[in-house]
């Protein structure tokens, strides 16, 4: 959520914004509802990736996860389908940076574009879900 005004600024400058981590690192894939699998990089770089970590598994952010994901199964779309739909929703946002890893995520990712409206209710709760959870993966470098 833009609180800041960058992207009517950038709109207004005719520049567009390329969304990065657009998947909060994998969060939004629904990889960590149930846990932090063995095969991922937070399992095997714990406290040592940048942004991410265990810590931020509170039960909050858990919850605004999982209530998004059954939000999401409900459109038919993966959670990472919907949180990629909803950023594409907006014209000022030209591209999303997925760093897929491998194809199948491409393929998956691309089926976003297959459903970009969203009804005002779905908006509102998705922004209430936002709000009640606690993500926000770079306050700690934006605190220095």
């Known amino acids: ?27 939004l894939t629904g990889k960590y509802l149930n846990g932090i699998p063995q095969d991922s990089r937070m399992y095997r770089e714990g406290n040592k990736v940048r942004g991410l970590t265990p810590k931020m598994l509170t039960e909050a952010n858990l919850n605004s996860l999982r209530l998004l994901n059954e939000m999401a199964q409900q459109r038919g779309q993966s959670m990472a389908q919907m ?17 897929a890893s491998r194809a199948e995520q491409l393929e998956e990712n691309v089926q976003a574009l297959n459903n970009l409206t969203f009804s005002t209710e779905e908006l509102a709760q998705i922004d209430q879900h936002i709000a009640d959870g606690e993500l926000n993966l770079w306050q700690a470098s934006s605190d220095k």
């Open 83 to 99: 949180a990629l739909s909803w950023l594409l929703k907006d014209e000022r946002v030209t591209s999303v940076l997925i760093g």
């Open 1 to 27: 959520v833009d609180k800041s005004g960058l992207l009517d600024t950038l709109q207004n400058n005719g520049v567009g914004c390329i969304a990065f981590t657009p998947l909060a690192q994998g969060l």
